[in-house]
């Protein structure tokens, strides 16, 4: 119960920030609109619907990078890691409530980025939608924990899309293999890699946050 | 006294198989690509005894074994390409599992270095590190499963080498090659560890003298 | 409450400090002086538990128990002084949370401001209000580090006037205007 009040109190912390900033949403947005539109002249006319479908994976692992180098800039820039390390809760709440808000920010970005989809491409099946849930939770739970891991170095979030892009590609697999084939196989990858990494995550963002 | 012992097993195991260069260059691909499982295993075994028993040395150890794993992931990749061309007559296959996995691999511990170079060298520097190699290997059967499953929506036919039926004195030269990459690692990867060992004996004796 | 023996930090292979031994218990107070670059910082976050030492043994209060103020406030720029504490003041579970924040906030002078975000506010109000932060949970070990930074008059007394009430605490400070706290201290780290 303690767990999930610091939690509850941590994503309130950076859905309430977003909310003041207005920069990460409209940027996500934005972005992936774009993304999407520049995808339409990309692919030549008569082409499968895969590879539309192929694009969107693309547009969306590209979508949620933007979100997740920003995650920890609000942190970052004040040295706040300090004070959140201090209190007495387990730390993998502060990477726990981040996920949490960097998957509203995502959610929110594909609310708007799916029905686009639909309206200049082809329609979606229920198992993309799903797949793109399950997505969402992997990406930020990977995304939020190099996000931090970037934010500590000198480089800052320079390296954020060199740590995180080889750790998506089973993601982008397994999200067009759901959307391109029949049958659960890669719902079930799907998850598999969500239950590694979102363990691993948790179970790791002790070392990152803080050096003792 | 290690390395006339290598180079002799070196030149010695692959003209004793009489296949053609094909084959041959077998037997360096895949030795070196066991071995560069085996560096990035070694590095994430030393990584989470750093971040489990906090062992002083684990860091530099890990550090040093995914450095030679890059080494080797990176012959892998040319050998690799090699064999492509040699059999298939192209320099990239999308369909060999293992020259995917090991560009994936390579994208990923070049991360590895960035991440290394951007972090002063410290205590945080080492548990990032240690938790990255440790994603690394976690990477490494999740991505080889996502690239064989990924053969069936972007090859409609699956690939399958033939290397199975190997004779007995292939398995031998395959056996001694693969011990003599091992050997090769540990030798080099001694070499560098006590070469950085070395290097930071002596930045601390010139701190002492400043 | 601190109990550092043969303390040591480097950074790669330099050298910050050596051998420091400290002995604080309730109701003491370390003063910690010395040029700039000298290693003051450091010291003080090893003590919070922030950064690792580099050799020796250390004995700390619980994390939770300790109060750490840096450089800069370590508050959100973003949001309010009153979210900025209700934040912290949830996750160091601060019981009467409210009675708590508003009475730190009409203390040192910025509950008028309550709602309005840190980022317009100057460095000294910023100052204030980092201090409200690292006592809204009454540490048991209160680290400060050049507190006195950018106060004006009456921040600096109302600082004083904290400083002086250690019946339940113990105080690290550093800083630069040592006879400003010299009569409190009960132990003294010089850095060269
Ligand atoms: N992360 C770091 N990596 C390498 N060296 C560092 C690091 N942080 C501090 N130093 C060095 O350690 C020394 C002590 O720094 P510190 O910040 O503790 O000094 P200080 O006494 O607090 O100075 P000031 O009075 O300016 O606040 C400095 O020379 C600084 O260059
Ligand atoms: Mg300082």
Known sequence: MRYLSDVAALTRKDLLLELRAKETIPAMLLFVLSALTIFHFAIPRGSSDVAALGLLWVAIVFTSLLGLTRAFVPEREQGLMDALVLAPCDRSTIWLGKTIAVIAFLGIAEVVALPAFTLFFSGLTLKTVAAVALADIGIAAVGTLTGAMAVAGRARELIQPLLFLPLSIPVIVGGIGASATAGPKFLLFLALYDTVFVLLSWAAFDFVAAEA | ?210 | MVRARNLSKRFDTRRIFDKVDIDLDVGGFLLVTGPNGSGKTTLLRVLAGLAAPTGGELELPVRGEIGYLGHEPLVYKQLTPHENLTLFARLYRVPDREQRIRSLLERFALWDVRDKEVATFSRGMQQRLGLGRVLLHEPKLLILDEPFNALDTAGAALLDEELATRSARAVVVATHDPERVEGLATERLGFA
């Not at chain 2, 290598?6 to 690509?33: C, E, K, M, T």
């Open chain 2, 1 to 210: 006294m290690f390395a006339i012992a290598i180079v002799s097993v070196f030149f010695w195991a692959p003209s004793d198989a009489d296949q053609g260069l094909s084959q041959r260059i077998f037997y360096f691909h895949v030795p070196i690509a066991l071995t560069g499982y085996a560096c990035f295993g070694w590095g994430a075994w030393k990584a989470l005894r750093h971040l489990w028993k906090d062992d002083p040395n684990a860091d530099l150890e890990s550090y040093v074994a995914i450095h030679q794993g890059v080494i080797f992931g990176s012959l892998t990749l040319i050998t690799g390409s090699i064999w492509a061309k040699i059999s298939w007559g192209v320099w990239w296959v999308w369909s060999d599992d293992q020259l995917v996995l090991f560009l994936v691999l390579f994208l990923f511990y070049c991360a590895y270095f960035m991440l290394r170079y951007s972090v002063d060298p410290g205590p945080q520097r080492a548990n990032l590190s240690a938790v990255y190699a440790l994603f690394g290997v976690v990477l490494i059967p999740v991505s080889f499963l996502a690239i064989r499953l990924s053969h069936s929506f972007i090859h409609p036919v699956v690939f399958t080498r033939s290397g199975a039926q190997m004779t007995g004195t292939m398995l031998t030269t395959f056996c001694i090659c693969l011990a003599a990459m091992l050997v090769l690692f540990v030798t080099l990867y001694q070499l560098e560890l006590a070469g950085k060992r070395l290097d930071t004996r002596i930045r601390e004796l010139k701190e002492l003298l400043t």
